[in-house]
T-cell receptor, first 111, second 115 residues
Framework: GQQVMQIPQYQHVQEGEDFTTYCNSS?????IQWYKQRPGGHPVFLIQ?????EVKKQKRLTFQFGEAKKNSSLHITATQTTDVGTYFC???????????FGPGTSLSVIP | EAQVTQNPRYLITVTGKKLTVTCSQN?????MSWYRQDPGLGLRQIYY???????DKGDVPEGYKVSRKEKRNFPLILESPSPNQTSLYFC??????????????FGPGTRLTVT
């Protein structure tokens, strides 16, 4: 079955430092979604990547889809305390009805 | 306001006492799903439904039942809850998933404790 890895599992950064989380799939994907879950909250959709090599930006967040469509990354520039939470990737396959989320990367930001 | 609602938000029950967690969405979404979230294990899909009267197992379906009689509702049923079903449960809905994916909207969660 499909294997999804996310690294790192935890990341503690000083406010203002950059942060990157990586999502790796064992199989080629049709697209990938990213979600953020604040402590005590529910997952909230951030973005979807569809094309090979695609790069999308949302303010300080940069999302990238690998050329082989097997991996993706989320980079946050100059973290703020509002970035605290767990970031999940959700890889999607063609005609794949199940959803498998990555295990998530928990980000802590030290003010 | 577009939303997914779940009830109850918190529930403490005893082993073997049947319970139902309701989920409703007002966005006319075809796809609905239930997840459980446990520390260190992330979000794991329990059951999903592609449309009315169409349901299928996710990765951890044992001990759970679902039904999709109406498009907006997707209740999760625990016929005989056990302590290992103590978890945080999320319902989610989407226009579609797979090759033509749209974002999933999550409910606020139901924290279930089975003693």
């Amino acid at each position: 079955g499909q294997q999804v890895m996310q690294i790192p599992q935890y990341q503690h950064v000083q406010e203002g430092e950059d942060f990157t989380t990586y999502c790796n799939s064992s199989t080629t994907l049709s697209n990938i979604q990213w979600y953020k879950q604040r402590p005590g909250g529910h997952p909230v959709f951030l973005i979807q990547l569809v094309k090979s090599g695609e790069v999308k930006k949302q303010k300080r967040l940069t999302f990238q889809f690998g050329e082989a469509k097997k991996n993706s990354s989320l980079h946050i520039t100059a973290t703020q305390t509002t970035d605290v939470g767990t970031y999940f990737c959700a890889p999607m396959k063609t005609s794949y009805d199940k959803v498998i989320f990555g295990p998530g990367t928990s980000l802590s930001v030290i003010p | 306001e577009a939303q997914v609602t779940q009830n109850p938000r918190y529930l403490i029950t005893v082993t073997g006492k049947k319970l139902t967690v309701t989920c409703s969405q007002n966005m006319n979404h075809e796809y609905m799903s239930w997840y459980r979230q446990d520390p260190g294990l992330g979000l794991r899909q329990i059951y999903y439904s592609m449309n009315v009267e169409v349901t299928d197992k996710g990765d951890v379906p044992e001990g759970y039942k679902v039904s999709r009689k109406e498009k907006r509702n997707f209740p999760l049923i625990l016929e005989s809850p056990s302590p290992n079903q103590t978890s945080l449960y999320f319902c989610a809905s989407s226009s579609s998933l797979g090759e033509s994916s749209y974002e999933q909207y999550f409910g606020p969660g139901t924290r279930l404790t089975v003693t």
